[in-house]
């Protein structure tokens, strides 16, 4: 059973700006700490923002306030400005968890940037 949906990625130039989506069932969305995360190439996957309920957000400090996780009553968004070629990865929504990731992934939508 899908749980979460990401979608928005693609194939972007740097410097330029892209808007991830999450969909989530409504239980989750409601009561799970959210957020996402992201695998380069070769690499593990790492923290790209982390949210929970009193409002709380932990930015990786890659982000460098380029990145800027947000939602809605329906979805979890990540605006990504300024990209870099070395943003290029698989991101993924990831729920319930905060200080670490929580079980819940999605299947991951894939964003990658030219130079």
């Known amino acids: 059973q899908v749980q979460l949906v990401e979608s928005g990625g693609g194939l972007v130039q740097a410097g330029k700006s892209l808007t991830l989506s999450c969909t989530a069932s409504?239980?989750?969305?409601?009561?799970?700490?959210m957020g996402w995360y992201r695998q380069a190439p070769g690499k593990q996957r790492e923290l790209v923002a982390a949210?929970?309920?009193?409002?709380t957000i932990n930015y990786a400090d890659f982000t460098k306030g380029r990145f800027t996780m947000s939602r809605d009553s329906a979805k979890l968004y990540l605006q990504m400005n300024s990209l870099e070629p070395e943003d290029t990865a698989v991101y993924y929504c990831?729920?319930?968890?905060?200080?670490?990731?929580?079980?819940?992934w999605g299947q991951g939508t894939p964003v990658t940037v030219s130079s």
């Open positions: 990831n729920a319930g968890g905060f200080g670490n990731p929580g079980p819940l």
């Open positions: 409504e239980t989750i969305f409601r009561f799970m700490p």
């Open positions: 949210g929970r309920g009193d409002g």
